[in-house]
Nanobody, 120 residues
């Protein structure tokens, strides 16, 4: 099992910023699996399907949903077994529960999610 813990969510005004963290904890296997595989941030707004926000592969290449390009940045710190999602210029439509996921083939693990609310 791979244990993931997200943090950093909260309430922010439109135009503001937040930085989400996704950390692997627990066993050595958990941390190694996290370090060598791809990490994806998803989000799910009320009444909507879960959607991919950003991803980063083990080599560092990144990919973003069109809706967040130029505003969000995904990065990883393998020494800390942590992936970050820096979110700038936040909009009300970014309001959702954000989840991180690590996967390899059919093996897929999720965190518990962190709420992001963008509202004035």
């Amino acid at each position: 099992q791979v244990q993931l813990v997200e943090s950093g969510g909260g309430l922010v005004q439109p135009g503001g910023s937040l930085r989400l963290s996704c950390a692997a904890s627990g066993s050595i296997f958990s941390r190694i699996f996290f370090r060598i595989n791809n990490i994806v941030w998803y989000r799910q707004a009320p009444g909507k399907e879960r959607e991919l926000v950003a991803s980063i592969i083990s080599g560092g290449s990144t990919n973003y949903a069109d809706s967040v390009k130029g505003r969000f940045t995904i990065s990883r710190d393998n020494a800390k077994n942590t992936v970050y999602l820096q979110m700038n210029s936040l909009k009300p439509e970014d309001t959702a529960v954000y989840y991180c996921n690590v996967y390899k083939g059919m093996d897929s693990y999720w965190g518990q999610g962190t709420q992001v609310t963008v509202s004035s």
